[in-house]
Structures are given as C-alpha cells and as structure tokens.
C-alpha cells in the first residue's frame, strides 16, 4: 500500500521490529527489552504509553488528540509485510487496559474510535476464535476500512467466514455483516485481490454480489479463477459459480469464453443467448467452430442469425462439413500425404530374424490386424496401398484382392475399413464404399453399411444420406448386415438424439426374436445417438430388454454392452442417474451389481467427484470370487470420473498401482485399460512404464489390456519410445497369435492419422469434455474388458467405435472468408497462471511455427504477430482471425 500521505516524513527508520522470542525471566524481560531498543524506538514506546494514558483522561479534548495520534502511528507503520509493526507491538500489553476502558465510555463518537483502534489491535491481540477484531469493527465508525492495511482486511474477512457460518446455524440477523462485506470486496478488487474476494463471497454464499465489482480490467482474472475452482466444488456450488462466470463474460461482451461455460454447463439455452446478444457475425462463425469441435447438435434458428443465407453457412461450419478440407490443409502443410503401409509402421527390418518367421502363421488374422493398422494410419487422408488402389493396376483390382484376403467376419472390417480412409469425407466416402452394396456376401455388405457409418462420423448432413443408406438394412434376415447397419447409424448420429432412428431401434430392442449381438449393439447404438440426453424412452426400451434376458445370456460378455448403453444415457449427469439407478437393482443378481458401477462411473465421468471415486476404490478393495464381474467397470470408473482435472488425475495413478499389488485377478486385467484412459494421446513416462511391466505380465488378459493401452496412451503421437516397446513386443510375442494382433492394433493406434490426430476427448485447454468423444472410448473399454471373446473373436469391429474420439490435434488459422491464413504462432507447455499477480506467461519453452501446427498433449499456442487478432481466447482447432486495424507495419 502506499504510505499514508499524512505521515510523518521520518516514520521509514523506524518501521520494522523483528519479534523477539521472549526470554525465560519474565524479570530480566523488561530490563533487557529496553536496552535493546534503540533510542527512537524507546522514544515511541514512551511516547504511545503517554497515548494509552491521556486516553483514560476525562478531558475529551485530551482523549481526542491522543486517539488521533495512535491511529497516525498505526497507519504510518505498515510497511513490512514479515515483522509486526511497531506500534503494535508496543501497545499489546495496554490492550487489555483499553479494553477495559472501552467498556466504562458512554456512548460517543469517541468510543467509536477507540473501537477502531481495539479492532485494529486484535489483530495480533485477540485470542483464537474469539473474533474481536470484528467485534469492535461492528461496533466501531463507518471509517474507510481499507486505510488500515491489506492485512488487517484479510483478517477481517476470515473472521467474518466464521461470525457468517456461526450467525446461519442460529439463524440470526446477517445484515450488518454483509454491509462489512461488500466494503471488503470493493477493496480487494481495486487491490487486485480477486481471489480473496470470490473467496469471502463463497463463504458468505452471496456471489451475485461479485456481478457489479468487477470490472473491464479484472473481470479476466475473476472469472478464471471461478472457472478452475469450481472443478474443486460440490454440487450444486460449482454450478453456481460458473453460471456467475458466465454472467461476467456476457456483460463485458466475451462470448467465446461464455460460450464455453454454457457448453460446459450443457445448458443450450445459454448458447441460444449468446447467439442472439452477440451481432458480429465473424464471432458466430467462431462459435460455430467451437460448437462443432464439442460435437453437439445444435440447430440455428431465425433470432440467432437472421439472413437465410449466413444462417446455412454456419449450420455448415457446426454440422463439421470443413472438417476434411482443414484437416487434409493440415497434411499437406506437414507434408504427410504419401499414404503408408502397415509394413512402414511395423518395421520388421530393425528386428531379429525370428520374427519375421513367424509372420506367415495365422494369416488370415494377420491380415485382419493389417486392415486395423492400415485404416488407423491412413485415417481420414482418402488414400492408402490397401484399400483405394485404383483396379487397373497390374494387380488386377487391389482393392478387391485385399478384402477377399480376410475371411468371413473379418471382410467386414475390411470393407469398413474404407469407410475410416475416407473419414469426414461423405461426398467421395459414399461413392467409393458404394460399389461393396452390390456383394453377393453379406459380411462385405455388413462392412459397408459400418464404413457410411464412420464416413459421416461427428458429420451432420442436411439430407441425412446415413440414414437413407442404413434405415432400411436395420430389419433385414442377416444378424451381421443388421449389426453393421446399426453400429453405422450409431457412430454416424451419435449425439444426435434423432427421434426417427429411434423408434427404428427401440423397436429391435423389443423384439424378443432378436438374437442377442443384435440387441447388445442396438442398445450401445441408441446409448451413443442419446449420449447424455437422460432419454426416458430409450432408458425404459433397454431396461425392459435387460429384464428380458434368459439366466444363460445374462453370462454372456455381449449382455454387459446393456448397463453400458444404459450408463451411456446419463454420460456426466450426476443425480439424474438416480431413479434408473434404483430400478437396477431389481436386475438379476447376475448382472446387478455389474450394473450399479457402470451407471456410476457413466453419471460422474469427467466430474472429477472424488467422494465417487472413493465410493468405487472401495468396491475394488473387496476380495470376491472369481466369477464375479462387477470389478471392471469400477476400476473403469475410477479413471472416468478422475480424469476430469489434473490433481485427481495423478491420485487415480497411485491407486490404480495399489489395485495392481493387492488387486484380484478381474482388477489387475482392467488397470491397465483404467491407466489408459486417464493418459489417453498424453504418454506420460511413469504410466508408460508400468504398462510395458504389465504388457510381459503372466496372466495374457493382463497383458493385452496393456498392449492395447500403450497404443491409447500414444494415440496420434508417433511417440518413438512406446513405438520401440511395441516392435519388440511384436517379436516377443511372435508365436502368440492373440498377443501379436493386440500388439499390432497398438502400433496402428500409436501412427493413428500419421501422428495427426488425438483420442483426448478434453479440448478448449482441458476445459470441455466431448460426451461423444468419451462415449466412444468408453465403449471400446468396456468391450476390452472381455478381449477374448469381443475383440479377438468375431466382434473386432467393436474397435472402430474409437473413431467417435478421433480428432485432429491441430490450430488451424483461417481468415474473414474462413480460408488458410498462415501466421507465426508460439506454442509451448501451457502454464498455470490463475490467481497469479500481474501478466504471467501463460505458456513456457516455446518455439515458434507458422500455422497450422500440431499441438501435443498439455500444449498451448498464443499468436507471434500483432497483426491479427484472434476471435477465440483459446487458440485450438478452427480459428479466425481479423486484422488489426491499430497494427503498423514497421519499415
């Protein structure tokens, strides 16, 4: 604070006494405390003694003049923040005199000082929980609180928490308390204290107060602050907290910020605010960009942009139609078009000769896991050496022979596999798969209708050609051409909450005839198309079907995809699970329990509620039979909830490796997938290592989990160390056909996009989780938690749900006219700046690119040129730029 500009101009001397510890002689004390003093400090001691005592004098005049002294040499004296300043220190044995003193004045203006001056004293005075430092300031003047010191407010403020917390349990008068509190809020946002001041508001539970304090220069820091502590809060604080934030960014006109609280609360009607409060039409396009990268629907209407024909181009950017052409931007710019064989990515030169021998074994699953591979590396690129060689070629139709080396199941995959080269590509996507609808052999045909299904995947189309395509293979004799057909429309309308597909698949649900994979991926389908929606229809459709179920299916591994599919339904809504929840435990005491954890884990994923996460620590903590299967989706759970924030996030490592020492057998095979998650395209060191331990591991369902889970880990990475450990697996493991076709997924997943893309389902700086990216992986975890009988028996394709979380992990800069700019960007480690004083660095040891550029895990990218201004705080995936129009250019 500044010095008080009434100050005596020699007060700096003597400022600051460091406390002494007191000696033993309580005699000695006073005799050796006044030798040590030097000799203005004993002229100040004396000088406020005679102060205490004209106090006490019956002139008024004389108390006066002496009260007006004290509180000078109080003032004057609050210059060091590690020492108790003087005149305190010399006045704490009169405190109890004044005190008293206190107590026999009639009722005057004086006494009103002097309990300014006891209120100021009980700051190093008052006995613990007493709260006289606030006591007297109740009782004393209105003076202007912040004079005396940052210190002393802060004090007041704790002491007003508890006074508060006290006052509300017996139900007493709060008002002149809060009149306290907002003098202490206006004083700590001048002070740039906006911590300590959401702090107090939350402790007196009145942040609307925050709305009218805040300011153009510290709204920014306000608000950052609510958005990360409300992670920290229990319902329903949190929910206020952000709603006060959103509330902020709208009255000083920061949409994308608040569009990205609205997002986060799921609430669209404040999305529908924001649309209609904002006129620039550029900022729409921006959050059309932001919308499309969450991957919800969302439909424009008339109020939020009024001409026809801006209305369409924005329904465009949100319904994701750009997205191939930014991303194949991307490629060219880094030079990755060549398309790669699955040969590139395993290397098979650098190994022994043992390796390479045992490659003719098994070929047919050989050649599956080439499919995989070969369709996660060309990912989205629209050509590869497999699947899109044209059929001219000396070969004599390559395409052709590849999928007719895969037998049975497996041409399904295949074929569907063209559907994940053409990625996000519909128009070329639907001609090029469309030749495999005339097969005479329905497995092709069940890998079309799959591949329509990835073609459109987190792709809106106006004229709904998956729906057209796959509506009517829904009811047809095949129970494999059904299954495509329904996991195609699941991934294409994924979050989409389509009513027509619907009644479609509710209707199979209901039909007892059908055979149960049918109605395991109906389920999941109708799951993922109502991610999060808390459907009641679907709800009832797959409960019923569950009740349904014969005690011999109910064994089955595909009957758990039900209570998945269910969980899916209340994705990250908290209590809504509730009443489903209560009505599962009227299920078969089979799957009963299975079905308790997997709606928890699905109704808190991403909610970082560590009361959960404790609740599912203690179910794997019991010791059960081995038939018992309601262990893994815990596990699972455990990471869902706790990846939502950082802190949680490393407590859910360190039990997870507790779970792998002490764990049963049916807890040590889901860690891996449950460490998996939690690191998912963010190989961190320490995880990376337990899972190469557990990838030799004796139990091979242990070991596949972890082969799996080194590939999600490194998803889209290229990260060279997990991609070395795979290779080596690979010879490892050369005889084990099981093991070498999870080694081979893994090294597909770790070159997924060529290094291109992401499986974080986080984006907007870890800010908002996608549902339907989580869904996806979800969905592919629980199916690993059964590896022999989904994955490596004829349910492979299970796999291609991942493409739900498929995301390219790029900034891409465009102009006005939403076309390439290219411009210097610095991208570095993101750093942690909230609360922090000043302008901190929000990024370190950067380097900088011109755009589009890559972002890794825990990235960030702020702008090198002050020539555009950026219309998303947050520079991730599409953003647009406009010029500066107080740039200069330098000459």
Not at 876 to 887: A, R, S, T
């Amino acid at each position: 604070m500044a010095p008080d500009p009434n100050s005596a101009s020699g007060s700096g001397t003597r400022d600051e006494a460091v406390v002494k510890v007191p000696a033993k002689d309580p005699k000695k004390k006073d005799e050796k405390k006044d030798e040590d003093l030097s000799e203005e400090d004993l002229a100040l001691k004396q000088q406020l003694e005679l102060y205490v005592e004209r106090v006490q004098d019956s002139d008024p005049g004389l108390q006066k003049a002496a009260l007006e002294s004290m509180r000078q040499e109080i003032r004057t004296s609050t210059s060091s923040m590690t020492s108790v300043p003087k005149p305190l220190k010399f006045l704490r044995p009169h405190y109890g005199t004044l005190k008293a003193y206190y107590e026999t004045m009639g009722v005057s203006d004086l006494k009103k000082y002097l309990a300014d001056i006891l209120s100021v004293l009980a700051l190093t005075m008052s006995a613990e929980g007493e709260r006289e430092s606030l006591k007297f300031r109740l009782l004393g003047s209105e003076s202007d609180i912040g004079s005396w010191g940052h210190e002393y407010v802060r004090n007041l403020a704790g002491e007003i928490s508890q006074e508060y917390a006290k006052r509300q349990s017996e139900e007493a008068s709060i008002d002149d308390l809060m009149e306290l509190v907002q003098q202490i809020v206006a004083f700590h946002m001048k002070h740039n204290a906006e911590p300590e001041a959401v702090d107090l508001l939350m402790e007196v539970e009145d942040l609307d107060l925050l709305v009218e304090h805040v300011d153009s220069t510290n709204f920014r820091r306000t608000c950052l602050y609510l958005t990360s502590a409300a992670r920290y809060l229990p319902g329903p604080d949190d929910i206020l907290v952000l709603d006060i934030a959103y509330m902020i960014y709208l009255k000083f006109e920061e949409y994308p910020n608040a569009l990205q609280i609205a997002l986060f609360l799921d609430n669209l009607q404040y999305v529908k605010q924001i649309f209609t409060s904002c006129d620039d039409l550029l900022m729409k396009k921006q959050f059309c960009y932001i919308i499309a990268r969450h991957g919800i629907e969302f439909e424009l209407d008339d109020d939020m942009v009024v001409e026809d024909e801006d209305r369409y181009a924005l329904q465009d950017i949100i319904n994701n139609s750009k997205l191939s052409e930014g991303y194949l931007t991307l490629a060219r710019d880094i030079e990755v078009m060549e398309p790669k064989s699955p040969e590139d990515i395993y290397k098979a030169h650098l190994l022994d000769g043992r390796a390479s021998a045992g490659a003719s074994v098994d070929s047919a699953r050989q050649n599956l896991a080439a499919t995989f591979v070969n369709a996660f590396v060309n990912a989205g690129f629209g050509q590869d050496k497999l699947m899109t060689v044209p059929a001219d070629a000396s070969s004599g139709g390559a395409s052709g022979t590849w999928l007719f080396k895969n037998k049975e199941h497996g041409k399904a995959s295949a074929a569907a596999s063209l559907g994940m080269i053409l990625l996000w590509d519909v128009d070329s996507g639907l001609a090029q798969i469309d030749k495999y609808f005339h097969s005479s052999d329905s497995h092709v045909i069940a890998g079309a209708l799959l591949g329509v299904g990835i073609v459109n995947c987190n792709i809106n189309n106006d004229c709904d050609p998956a729906l057209a395509l796959l509506g009517d293979y829904v009811n047809k004799e095949d129970p494999s051409v059904r299954i495509g057909a329904i996991m195609g429309l699941g991934i294409a309308y994924a979050g989409a909450q389509n009513d027509q597909i619907r009644y479609k698949l509710t209707a199979i649900l209901n039909d007892a005839k059908a055979p149960l994979d049918v109605t395991a991926f109906t389920a999941i389908s109708l799951g993922l198309i109502y991610v999060g929606s808390c459907n009641e229809e679907v709800a009832q459709a797959i409960i019923f079907a569950l009740m349904d179920r014969s005690e011999s299916e109910l064994g089955e591994p595909l009957t758990r995809l039900l209570p998945l599919a269910l969980g899916l339904l209340y994705l990250g809504k908290q209590e809504s699970v509730e009443a489903t929840a209560e009505v599962s435990k009227t299920f078969n005491e089979k799957i009963r329990k299975y079905c308790d954890m997997t709606l928890l884990s699905c109704a808190y994923a991403g909610t970082g509620n560590v009361l959960k996460v404790q609740n599912l620590l203690g179910h794997c903590a019991q010791h059960l039979e081995k038939s018992e299967t309601h262990q893994g989706p815990a596990v699972l759970g455990i990471a869902m909830v706790a990846m939502a924030e950082e802190l949680g996030l490393e407590m859910a490592i360190r039990s997870l490796e507790h779970l792998l020492q002490y764990g049963e057998q049916n807890i040590r095979r889901a860690v891996p997938l449950a460490l998996g998650l939690l690191c998912i395209s963010n190989p961190k060191v320490n995880v990376m290592d337990t899972l190469s331990r557990l990838s030799h591991d004796t139990d091979s369902e242990v070991a596949m989990a972890a082969v799996i889970s080194l590939g999600l880990i490194g998803a889209g990475t290229n990260n060279a160390r997990i991609a070395g450990m795979l290779r080596n697996l690979s010879s490892y493991y050369y005889k084990d056909a099981n093991l070498l076709f999870c080694v081979r997924i893994a090294q597909g997943l770790v070159h997924l996009g060529k290094g291109l893309l992401t499986l974080n389902p986080f984006h907007s700086d870890r800010f908002l989780l996608s549902p339907v990216s989580l869904a996806g992986i979800t969905t592919l975890l629980f199916a690993c938690l059964d590896m022999k009988a989904i994955i490596l028996g004829k349910y492979h394709y299970v796999l291609y749900f991942i493409v739900l979380a498929m995301q390219p992990r790029m900034l891409l800069t465009v102009d006005e006219n939403l076309k390439p700019l290219s411009v210097p960007v610095r991208v570095g480690q993101a750093v942690d700046v909230v609360g922090q004083a000043g302008r901190p660095k929000t990024i370190t040891g950067f380097q900088t690119h011109s755009t589009p550029v890559l972002l890794a895990a825990g990235d960030r990218a702020e702008l090198a040129t002050e020539k555009y201004i950026p219309l998303s705080p947050i520079l991730e995936g599409f953003v647009i730029l406009k010029e500066n129009p107080e740039y200069k250019e330098d000459n």
